[in-house]
């Protein structure tokens, strides 16, 4: 990987003119280095991150439009335009976008780890299911919480 570079991304684009599909939402990669990774995110309504934990990794979201709703080391918590979000490694979360309209906001982890590969692998599945995209994520430093008991 290489070092981080001076510079601009401009807006609409991304490294390479990469733009994956992750569990129905878009990112576009803006920055990626040893030490950190930065991505721009489109949340349908609808969508969402399930809980997991990032055992290696920091995590931020800069919320840029719409309200997001999270679950954060198991309290819920509500972000708009504006707020930043701060996952710290090794803390449960949960990413949810529950309006009827667009969430969009810029992601960045450090370091990078394996999740730019990860992002690359969902992306390349045929069928984004579950069971799969949970297997690999383990793979890739990324452990997914199981679901809730029913009715809980």
């Not at 992750?22 to 969402?48: C, E, M, N, R």
């Not at 990032?54 to 309200?67: A, M």
């Not at 972000?79 to 309006?99: M, Q």
């Not at 390349?124 to 009715?151: C, I, R, T, W, Y």
Request: hydrophobic share 40%; proline share 11%; glycine share 10%.
């Amino acid at each position: 990987m290489k070092p981080m570079t001076a510079g601009v991304t401009p807006a609409g684009q991304g490294i390479d003119g990469i733009s994956w599909n992750i569990l129905g939402q878009t990112y576009v990669p803006k920055q990626l280095s040893h030490d950190s990774f930065a991505w721009h995110a489109t949340f349908p309504a609808g969508t969402f991150v399930p809980p997991h934990i990032h055992p290696t990794q920091d995590e931020f979201i800069y919320v840029l439009e719409g309200k997001f709703s999270l679950v954060l080391d198991g309290q819920e918590m509500q972000a708009g335009p504006g707020d930043l979000i701060r996952l710290p490694r090794g803390i449960p979360h949960g990413i949810f976008n529950h309006s009827e309209g667009v969430n969009k906001c810029l992601f960045w982890v450090a370091p990078t780890g394996r999740l730019y590969d990860l992002f690359w692998g969902i992306h390349s599945m045929k069928d984004q299911n579950p069971a799969d995209v949970v297997a690999l994520s383990a793979q890739h430093e990324v452990d997914f919480l199981p679901p809730p008991p029913e009715g809980a």
